[in-house]
């Protein structure tokens, strides 16, 4: 087995992408949410829930030079003003992993994978994290289950689909 070997975890909002993404050691993990490109690049209506919310371009460099032993800059993105705020510094390691909603779009990563998971988590539970996640940020509850709908409608369209280059379905 050569390393570093590239690892993606992908499921919908509230499937547990990033505490799944935790128990891997030695590992360098890309978030696919860092790689929004922010309002200021997009029309309203907004929506973080597609693939053109996106900037795949960097994330597909960030991983190849992090695959060549290389550290990387990458931005980051902060949910409460939906936009880029700076930028971190993310080092080599045994293993790279990219976790997000969209982790199996670029066929260049997909081809590029030792090992694909799919976290395959009903929709009602994957509410309920969101809700229980959003308000402990100060969100409202009501807000968060009306943004839940369009989100669940977004997740059949484009999440759903990517669970067939899945080597891996965790369920529940």
Not at 1 to 15: E, H, R, T, V
Not at 38 to 61: H, R
Not at 144 to 157: D, F, G, K, N, P
Request: proline share 5%; glycine share 6%; aromatic share 12%.
């Amino acid at each position: 087995m050569k390393f570093p070997l590239l690892i993606l975890i992908c499921g919908g909002s509230g499937s547990g992408k990033s505490y799944f993404a935790q128990y891997f050691q030695n590992a360098a993990v890309l978030s696919t949410d860092d790689f929004y490109v922010g309002k200021s690049k997009m029309t309203p209506p907004y929506n973080f829930d597609v693939p053109e919310a996106f900037d795949f371009d960097a994330l597909e460099l960030a991983v190849q030079d992090l695959l060549a032993g290389k550290s990387v800059e990458i931005p980051v993105f902060e949910p409460a003003v939906s936009e880029r705020v700076g930028k971190k510094r993310v080092e080599p390691a045994k293993y790279i992993l990219v976790e997000g909603i969209f982790a199996f779009h670029s066929a260049l990563l997909r081809d590029q994978a030792a090992l694909k998971f799919f976290l395959d988590v009903p929709a009602s539970e994957r509410i309920r994290r969101r809700i229980e996640r959003d308000t402990c940020k100060g969100r409202d509850c009501a807000a968060t289950l009306q943004y839940s709908i369009a989100v669940e409608a977004e997740h059949q369209r484009w999440v759903e689909p990517q669970k067939q280059w899945a080597d891996v379905i965790v369920s529940g």
